[in-house]
């Protein structure tokens, strides 16, 4: 393996540096919201985490896709890094999100449509892990799993918009009305400013962490190969 | 097949003997249906204990009782469907035959479809006698047969997934829920519509998500099933 590019140190260096420009500008540049005062400052990581997680599964099924047509095994590190990434940041997402809606909602959790979506996506995520630890044979792990991704990429917005429709023609009892006009605000332009921001940080956050899993999937791959090599 | 006249004919052959296979087989050993049959029979009994179904829910209650009874009671069967081609080297045989890998795909699609069905035509009568009351309606027929199509074809894709893996049978459930949250919201959603008689236009938008997933699905799992069972 060759020692680390000088690209993916810049981009380590420049996630810390971003990570400690968009705590500044949640705390000091953002203005207080008049209702939700404080609470509302998780908003910003809160958007952020949930857009990596959208970004991950989105690289997720095309690496899938592309995989199953290459049948190139970095294919398939590049979908299960994606995964893995996206499975940590959609929880941290549906975590800040739970603490956001203790206060503004009076609940940690309710069968909103997204919040919903969010839950099933990170059981497909977590039944592909699975999995792929019942598969021994490189090749056909890569296989199966770029098959599930495909099945649950076309399946989460059919379930998100099922859902909907039920939130539609049921409406969610806890919060009254729809649960997603409850604590909504207008945004400031220091607000959208903070928000970029902070989408723009967790973005160049996710491409290095992206490289350092494929890096390791890799270095996995090559001892794999060592250790066959030498079991002969 | 590449040679012959007719392939189109000659592919729906295929099918119709992967059909009779299963359908036979299973008529002379009936260890499929019976058991699930009898787990399905539990299920609603225990539903009968963990929530009283007291005549006043029993509209409201109904659907999600059958569905969730439905589903637990479908992936024994495709676990078993698939479990017997696996054990025995059917599988090994099946593609050994000189048709079209999809015509297999469909071929336990349609059996593990009819498995469901005859479950369900046994299980309805059965409950509207127990708790008295008539779901035998032509509408919720409809939708338990579109919710077993869209069920049946993801089903069968993962199950022959599931089967070539360590952990095996453990595996279809973990894998098959998250990814049929679609059908079962709908098909609960359509089946309380029709049982607690709602106008047609408040039904109607669940009948197309299930048609719509139906018809996604069966198209992906005849594209995808070819990577599946490759080896």
Known sequence: MKSQPK???LLTVLSVILFIGALAMVFLYAPLEAVMNYVQKIFYFHIANAWVGMLGFIVAATAGVI???KKD???DIVEMAAV?????FFFIAIITGSIWAKPSWGTFWTWDARLTTAAILEMIYLAYLLLRKGIEDPERRARFSAVYTLIGAISVPVSFLSIRIWQTIHPAVIGGGTSGAQGSFGMTPAMLMTMFFCLATFSVIFVALLWYRIRL???AEQVDQLKYQFMQ | MPTSKRPSFDYLKAIGAIVWKDLASEMRSRELLSAMLVFALLVILIFNFAIELQPTLRTTITPGVLWVTFAFAGTLGLNRSMAIEKDRGCLDGLLLAPVDRSAIYFGKA??????????????LPIYSLLYNINILIPGLLLVVLLGSIGYVAVGTLLSSMAVQTRTREVLLPVLLFPVIVPVLLAAVK????FLQNLPMNEIWPWLNILIAYDVIFTA???IVFDYVIEE
Do not use: C, P
């Not at chain 2, 469901?116 to 046994?122: D, F, N, P, Q, V």
């Open chain 2, 190 to 193: 359509a089946s309380s519509g």
């Open chain 2, 220 to 222: 992906v799992a005849f």
């Open chain 1, 217 to 219: 999937g890799r270095l």
């Open chain 1, 73 to 75: 095994l970095k294919w």
């Open chain 2, 110 to 123: 349609l059996g593990n479809l009819a498995f469901m069905l005859i479950i369900a035509m046994i299980v």
């Open chain 1, 67 to 69: 995989y199953l047509v």
């Open chain 1, 84 to 88: 893995e990434i996206s499975l940590v």
């Open chain 1, 7 to 9: 690209l993916l140190t």
